[in-house]
């Protein structure tokens, strides 16, 4: 059986349908991209959103660096906004528990993230802290620990 000539929708050249996902990579379709993955959703979710194939979407990252570098940078927003309010509440003077929390958690990212790169530098000891540790420290000390491993000092 032949392919059709004519869209199966509205019955139109397909050159002319406005049914059929778009081809060309049009700046309403990067801007939805975009809006899309500066919330965190996947590729396939951000192509489905945008009414392109995810295979035309990896065809244009390889073909198009301008493109590929607004697509990596609109992935990357949700890690930069976290981690902008981590630093603000790290950085909470008024609500010292808050604070806290942040601290804990900002070494956690950052032993998960840079474990291995630490271990393999020979001029950085790497100490672990537990929950039970922190959990043993006064305010006063975390806030100096903090202080040490931001290099606020």
């Not at 032949?2 to 049009?26: D, E, H, I």
């Not at 809006?35 to 489905?48: C, G, L, Q």
């Not at 806030?143 to 931001?150: F, N, P, T």
């Amino acid at each position: 059986m032949a392919r059709p000539l004519n869209c199966w929708k509205c019955r139109k050249p397909k050159s002319q349908c406005k049914c059929w996902r778009p081809t060309v990579f049009t700046e309403d379709v990067i801007q939805k991209l975009e809006e899309i993955f500066k919330i965190d959703w996947t590729v396939v979710e951000a192509t489905s959103y945008a009414w392109v194939w995810h295979n035309s979407y990896y065809e244009q990252l390889k073909k198009n660096p301008v493109f590929k570098e607004r697509m990596e940078k609109a992935q990357l927003y949700p890690f930069i906004k976290a981690k902008k309010k981590l630093q603000i509440q790290m950085e909470d003077k008024e609500n010292p528990m808050i604070a806290h929390k942040a601290t804990i958690e900002f070494l956690k990212r950052r032993e998960k993230r840079y474990s291995d790169k630490l271990q393999s530098d020979e001029t950085v000891t790497n100490v672990t802290l537990t929950m039970d540790d922190l959990d043993k420290m006064t305010p006063e000390e975390i806030e100096k620990l903090r202080r040490e491993k931001l290099g606020l000092n």
